[in-house]
């Protein structure tokens, strides 16, 4: 399972006039509060952020670990997160589950504390992305010059055999035309 926790220290915003804290300044008499509510977070250690409001007569909270997030109605892996909504106060997410993706609201403090926590959220539905542009940009940077051109010039070939190929389909050229072709193209190669 992808780890979250370094996106998470670094991009989770940190406002405890809003309600939003990150690790190492968790405050432990609020932590500990929380916790006792989410059964699945055995050690305040495992927080890595976490969103707290309290409203009349109760409150409202989300944690971050490493891998999950957790509120009062469910928890789910970050990595299963694939959008985020925001309408007003709240934050629809559509959380991958059962191999679709389903609506899960968070309602939050306020409008702002809403945007914040929107962002939080479009850096994880994103941060896959990141890393796979990340690992190509290295393997890249691994080729010298005459790999990256003989690359090119496969894909400049490829696509040429794939337009002649059409050109056949359409009897713009005999099979006898399109082999030779290809062979030559093929050859170039080499």
Do not use: C
């Amino acid at each position: 399972m992808r780890s979250y926790r370094v996106l998470l220290l670094r991009k989770f915003p940190e406002n405890p006039t809003l309600g939003f804290y990150r690790h190492p300044k968790l405050p432990s008499s609020l932590l500990g509060r929380t916790l006792v509510r989410f059964l699945h977070v055995t050690s305040p250690a495992d927080v890595v952020a976490f969103y707290y409001q309290t409203g009349f007569l109760r409150s409202y909270e989300v944690l971050f670990t490493d891998t999950h997030v957790y509120d009062k109605e469910a928890y789910f892996p970050l990595e299963d997160i694939r959008g985020v909504q925001r309408q007003g106060r709240s934050l629809i997410l559509q959380v991958n589950q059962v191999g679709r993706a389903l609506p899960h609201r968070m309602k939050l403090g306020s409008e702002l504390a809403a945007e914040l926590m929107e962002r939080v959220f479009d850096l994880i539905v994103h941060a896959p992305k990141e890393d796979m542009i990340e690992r190509v940009m290295e393997r890249r940077a691994n080729l010298n010059l005459a790999s990256v051109q003989w690359l090119e010039l496969r894909d400049e070939v490829l696509r040429t055999i794939d337009l002649l190929h059409e050109k056949y389909q359409e009897g713009k050229l005999s099979l006898l035309e399109y082999e030779m072709l290809r062979e030559d193209l093929l050859r170039r190669l080499g």
